[in-house]
């Protein structure tokens, strides 16, 4: 599970750890999500992408372990109108679906993940989209900078292929990018990217 004391001291800190501009692969790809959605983000963090898409007229939920994190997200342009809930993501149960969900660079222990995954495929209706991000293992590999130390943390694109049904996938793809978003992410990162679209009879 989250580590929310860990990541509410951290986002205490002046300033933004991730930056105040969304992740570029969420702001490459939003026009995916039809214009006007609900979207909800799973581990919101300081709130950079749902300020983004709220920004851009979604409606926005962000959901993440810390209260500390989501407080920042009123600060960004759009933040104001972002609905924010403190939840625990692998245990949290929403109770209704939205058009769209994301994810970036939310990473967990491996019996941890498989909640996750859950959690992205049933918080979209039939129909919706998910959009994630994370690091894989190579990040760790390289020795680059970035990512939490265990590389045991970060997931494959087999387990993304295997967590998430192949009709619905409309990409899956490892990738090796250049990240400028905040302290947090900075050089060059070793990413599998999913876009995912639940299937109707689902």
């Given at each position: 599970?989250?580590?929310?004391?860990?990541?509410?001291?951290?986002?205490?800190?002046?300033?933004w750890?991730y930056?105040?501009?969304?992740?570029?692969?969420?702001?490459?790809?939003?026009?995916?999500?039809?214009?006007?959605?609900?979207?909800?983000?799973?581990?919101a963090?300081?709130g950079?992408?749902?300020a983004f898409?709220?920004?851009?007229?979604?409606?926005?939920t962000?959901?993440?372990?810390?209260?500390e994190g989501?407080?920042?997200?009123?600060r960004?342009?759009?933040?104001?109108?972002?609905?924010?809930?403190?939840?625990?993501v692998?245990?949290?149960?929403?109770?209704?679906?939205?058009?769209?969900?994301?994810?970036?660079?939310?990473?967990?222990?491996?019996?941890?993940r498989?909640?996750?995954?859950?959690c992205?495929?049933q918080s979209?209706?039939?129909?919706?989209?998910?959009?994630?991000?994370?690091?894989?293992?190579?990040?760790r590999?390289?020795?680059?900078?970035?990512?939490?130390p265990?590389?045991?943390?970060?997931p494959?694109r087999?387990?993304?292929?295997?967590?998430?049904?192949?009709t619905?996938?409309?990409?899956?793809?490892e990738?090796d990018?250049?990240?400028?978003?905040?302290?947090?992410?900075q050089?060059?990162?070793?990413?599998?990217?999913?876009?995912?679209?639940?299937?109707?009879?689902?």
């Amino acid at each position: 599970m989250p580590d929310a004391d860990f990541w509410n001291a951290r986002y205490a800190a002046p300033g933004w750890v991730y930056g105040e501009a969304p992740n570029a692969f969420v702001a490459a790809h939003a026009d995916r999500i039809e214009a006007g959605a609900a979207v909800v983000e799973v581990g919101a963090g300081e709130g950079r992408n749902a300020a983004f898409l709220s920004h851009r007229g979604y409606t926005v939920t962000a959901v993440d372990a810390s209260a500390e994190g989501l407080a920042k997200i009123a600060r960004l342009p759009g933040g104001d109108a972002v609905e924010t809930v403190v939840a625990d993501v692998t245990t949290w149960a929403p109770g209704r679906v939205w058009d769209a969900s994301v994810t970036t660079f939310l990473h967990l222990a491996p019996a941890d993940r498989p909640a996750l995954y859950r959690c992205l495929q049933q918080s979209v209706r039939p129909g919706g989209l998910v959009l994630a991000e994370w690091y894989r293992p190579e990040q760790r590999a390289r020795g680059w900078h970035g990512g939490p130390p265990d590389a045991a943390w970060m997931p494959t694109r087999a387990e993304l292929a295997d967590a998430f049904p192949e009709t619905g996938v409309a990409m899956l793809e490892e990738a090796d990018v250049d990240l400028d978003e905040g302290p947090g992410h900075q050089g060059p990162g070793a990413v599998v990217r999913l876009i995912w679209k639940r299937p109707e009879a689902s």
